[in-house]
């Protein structure tokens, strides 16, 4: 019953490309945090058997993309037991949920597959990592960009005036490149983490001391857990 809105001709960014960019976000990560956990740990873990695994039924998950219009644009993605999809789409006052969307993404041809009732959509899919930019190239509408805010301030909201330095978002240690008691000046790289297959370079926000160091590399850590602590030259 969804189609007519799904595959109307806008000015706006069609919401079957808003489902596209959601989903690839979403099953690109979803696969890399899956191998790299059979790779690093064990490798009868049931994130290597079930997709889902680490997720309980009724997980929600929300993106916020930034269309061409500059208009933000929510999606929230239910994950169900049948490996479906239950997608919301919110913008402004309108909010569309489409049931049941099923998806795959297909890393080696950069290429995410939807079906939306009843309609089969192959879009290629790149995440630029300079711009922050999902660009889908759709079949029906060409070239699309959303912008991915979150991924923008991941910079700006990972340290705060207490000296903790805390993960921007769910990620994986790949580098740390300090040790406790080692003076830093503000700016200097404190650690690397990875996420949304990127990488993200967190920096020391002041000058100060290094007092303690949470995480090793390749750990993962959960959105805003401590990774390190710096004591202020002014304190």
Same mark, same amino acid.
């Given at each position: ?38 790779? /690093? ?44 999809f239950d997608v919301t789409i919110i913008r402004g006052a309108s909010h ?6 099923? /998806? ?33 190239f759709d079949n029906e509408e060409g070239k699309m960009v959303l912008e ?73 850590a959960k959105e805003n857990r401590d990774l390190i602590y710096i004591i202020?030259?002014?304190?």
């Amino acid at each position: 019953k969804h189609s007519d809105t799904l595959f109307a001709i806008k000015k706006e960014t069609p919401s079957h490309v808003i489902i596209q960019a959601s989903l690839f976000m979403i099953l690109s990560e979803l696969q890399n945090t899956i191998k790299e956990t059979a790779e /690093s740990f064990d490798p009868f873990s049931p994130w290597t058997s079930l997709r889902h695994a680490r997720l309980n039924t009724d997980h929600v998950q929300t993106i916020i993309f930034r269309d061409h219009n500059d208009d933000d644009i929510s999606v929230k993605i239910k994950f169900n037991y049948d490996n479906s999809f239950d997608v919301t789409i919110i913008r402004g006052a309108s909010h569309l949920i489409v049931k049941r969307v099923l /998806s795959s993404w297909n890393e080696v041809e950069q290429q995410i597959i939807v079906e939306v009732e009843n309609h089969r959509i192959k879009s290629r899919v790149v995440l630029d990592k300079n711009s922050y930019q999902v660009i889908i190239f759709d079949n029906e509408e060409g070239k699309m960009v959303l912008e991915v805010p979150e991924l923008i301030q991941v910079k700006t909201k990972s340290a705060d005036a207490t000296g903790f330095i805390r993960t921007p978002m769910p990620c994986k240690i790949s580098q740390v490149l300090v040790k406790p008691g080692q003076i830093v000046e503000k700016g200097t790289p404190l650690i690397v983490l990875e996420a949304m297959k990127m990488e993200h370079w967190i920096r020391s926000p002041f000058s100060g001391t290094i007092d303690k160091i949470f995480y090793n590399v390749n750990e993962f850590a959960k959105e805003n857990r401590d990774l390190i602590y710096i004591i202020s030259e002014n304190v």
